[in-house]
């Protein structure tokens, strides 16, 4: 029976093998955030209208499209978020074991732009000294921020 699994699969090849591949393999939501920082070293903070009471500070954070790099996301999803570009830098955190979802974060760099804020998903974005964080920050952004390269 092996031999035959093997001999078919070296038949299909290419596209097709991707195709069962992609069936037959567990799916996942990539969720990216990004540790912007400005000249200061301050650390953007958004209020996130969604998130709960209480605990609504993050960073800037969203799911991955597909066919987009993870560096693509945190460039559009803070453009989106709040009007600033960004330049990302490297890749500090990538966490897996969730049931549907990964976790990846990166530093990234202010490079132009004013905040406008997206008034549906975001209800405030603020610059922070990493020595003076908001109450209701997200611990694991907390985490992100004073932590050394992980």
Known sequence: MKKLIARL????????????????????MVGVTGIVRDDAGRVLLLKHRMWPEGRQWGLPTGYAN?????????????????????????????????????????????????VTTDSFEILEATWFSPTE??????????????????
Not at 11 to 24: A, D, E, K, S
Not at 138 to 149: N, Y
């Open 66 to 114: 597909k066919s987009e790099t993870f560096e693509e996301t945190i460039v559009r999803e803070v453009r989106e978020e709040t009007g600033l570009t960004v330049r990302v830098h490297q890749l500090v955190r990538l966490k897996s074991g969730y049931k549907l979802r990964v976790e990846v974060a990166y530093e990234a760099e202010l490079i132009g732009g004013a």
């Open 9 to 28: 699969w070296r038949v299909i090849r290419g596209p097709l093998q991707w195709r069962v591949l992609w069936l037959w393999h567990a799916k996942f």
């Open 133 to 150: 964080l908001p109450t209701g920050l997200q611990e694991s952004h907390r985490l992100l921020i004073l932590s050394e390269r992980v």
